[in-house]
T-cell receptor
């Protein structure tokens, strides 16, 4: 399986600021995704990061709040903009691999706390 | 809308015990089902992937079964060890046209194995 590295692993941020999370994969992958895990909740898909085009966002998530870049097949960034305490979550990068890209693998996550 | 439920929410067992974690889903038109492990504050580790055409998958002391018609999956852990302590998440991927890679997650079962 791919090795997925995320930076930062954790951060404490002030309300109103923005933070960019990086995701680096050790091999080229077609499908990359960003998930959010709010405290005590399960994972929710934010968007699919498309290489060379705009990300595809799930219902309830918008580009102005969560801009995503995917400049190549091994790297993506997620920015959490104009943060509020409700954005305190673990943000996880994920890639699809295997037969028909059927299995998903996750990075270690980036834990954000917004004060 | 697919919903995934995991029972129990938490489980505490003595070391060496065999145990079963349950996962149910409402829409049986799934492409596959994946079991993950999540350690506190960390990302997800893929444990087992079951395709919709399969009945079970095994890896070491882990065995996952799938009954698509009844919308259920179980994760069996044999001879549990303290190192198995973690949250176990079940996730399903719907079978749909195109390239839908969205996983719907349950809230997880928090497993504690006591020495």
């Amino acid at each position: 399986s791919a090795v997925i590295s995320q930076k930062p692993s954790r951060d404490i941020c002030q309300r109103g600021t923005s933070l960019t999370i990086q995701c680096q994969v050790d091999s080229q992958v077609t499908m990359m995704f960003w998930y959010r895990q709010q405290p005590g909740q399960s994972l929710t898909l934010i968007a699919t990061a498309n290489q060379g085009s705009e990300a595809t966002y799930e219902s309830g998530f918008v580009i102005d709040k969560f801009p995503i870049s995917r400049p190549n097949l091994t790297f993506s960034t997620l920015t959490v903009s104009n943060m509020s305490p409700e954005d305190s979550s673990i943000y996880l990068c994920s890639v699809a691999q295997g037969i028909s890209a059927g299995e998903l693998f996750f990075g270690e996550g980036s834990r954000l706390t917004v004060l | 809308k697919q919903e995934v439920t995991q029972i129990p929410a938490a489980l505490s067992v003595p070391e060496g015990e065999n145990l079963v974690l349950n996962c149910s889903f409402t829409d049986s038109a799934i492409y596959n089902l994946q079991w993950f492990r999540q350690d506190p504050g960390k990302g997800l580790t893929s444990l087992l992937l079951i395709q919709s055409s399969q009945r079970e998958q095994t890896s070491g002391r882990l065995n996952a079964s799938l009954d698509k018609s009844s919308g259920r999956s179980t994760l069996y852990i044999a001879a549990s060890q303290p190192g198995d302590s973690a949250t176990y998440l079940c996730a399903v991927r719907l079978r749909s046209g195109g390239s839908n890679y969205k996983l719907t997650f349950g809230k997880g079962t928090l497993l504690t194995v006591n020495p």
